[in-house]
């Protein structure tokens, strides 16, 4: 059972566009969902997080978008730059509760300059 | 101030054979996640650990895969008569503690594993 469902597997944009990643899950309990940044070779690395009370979480280019009721949230990059090509993946785990985090299978975002 | 190691960053196993990865958490850091990376896959969770203690083994295979984060020293985890199918990317996580803001998970570069 997949409990975070990630779109698109793949997509390409051009330099100064928006990237839009979309991630829903199913579990109702849980109440983190951060993003990672991985480049080939590397390490998932911590993007930006955001809780369900609130709706949208911003930082710099980067914006979290979360629709609770739907049980959906999303990744907005914008003015996308050649050095945001990596995968990005979405996942979500209990902040106060610890554990293991549930990831999407990972979005491959090529900027094109 | 070293993030979180892992070691070897490439290990390379004949069937059969046994696989050991280790993983240093970043100081300060008692919580230690072992997840494995399929190619084009996202990060599957294998195993939870606080020193001296297996919180969450639920995605750990039954047979064949062992992992433990003793009182000193790093973290393993132990892949006995290795297949191929075990031909992966390992990655280690670590954090402060479990709750809150401090459960931030932070990384290691990963050890790649692949089985001939």
């Known amino acids: 059972q997949q409990q975070v469902k990630q779109s698109p597997q793949s997509l390409i944009v051009q330099k100064g566009g928006i990237s839009i990643i979309n991630c829903a899950y199913e579990?109702?309990?849980?109440?983190?969902f951060p993003w990672y940044q991985q480049f080939p070779g590397k390490g998932p690395a911590l993007l930006i997080a955001?809780?369900?009370?609130?709706s949208e979480k911003k930082e710099g280019r980067f914006t979290i978008s979360f629709n609770k009721s739907a049980k959906q949230f999303s990744l907005h990059i914008m003015d996308s730059q050649p050095g945001d090509s990596a995968t990005y993946f979405c996942?979500?785990?209990?902040?106060?509760?610890?554990?293991?985090?549930?990831f999407g299978d990972g979005t491959t975002l090529t900027v094109k300059p | 101030n070293a993030g979180v190691m892992q070691n070897p960053r490439h290990l390379v196993r004949r069937r059969g054979q046994e696989a050991r990865l280790r993983c240093s958490p970043m100081?300060?850091?008692?919580?230690v996640y072992w997840y494995r990376q399929l190619p084009e896959e996202g990060l599957k969770f294998m195993v939870y650990?606080?020193?001296?203690?297996?919180?969450?083994e639920s995605g750990m295979p039954k047979e064949r895969f062992s992992a433990e984060f003793p009182k000193e020293g790093p973290s393993i985890l132990r892949i006995q008569q290795v297949v191929r199918g075990d031909s992966a990317a390992y990655f280690c996580?670590?954090?402060?503690?479990?709750?809150?803001?401090?459960?931030?998970?932070?990384f290691g570069p990963g050890t790649r594993l692949t089985v001939l």
């Open positions: 996580a670590s954090s402060f503690s479990g709750q809150g803001a401090n459960n931030e998970q932070f």
């Open positions: 579990n109702t309990a849980f109440d983190y």
């Open positions: 955001i809780r369900p009370d609130v």
């Open positions: 996942a979500a785990s209990f902040y106060t509760n610890a554990g293991k985090s549930t």
């Open positions: 100081k300060g850091h008692s919580h």
């Open positions: 650990l606080q020193k001296e203690n297996i919180i969450d």
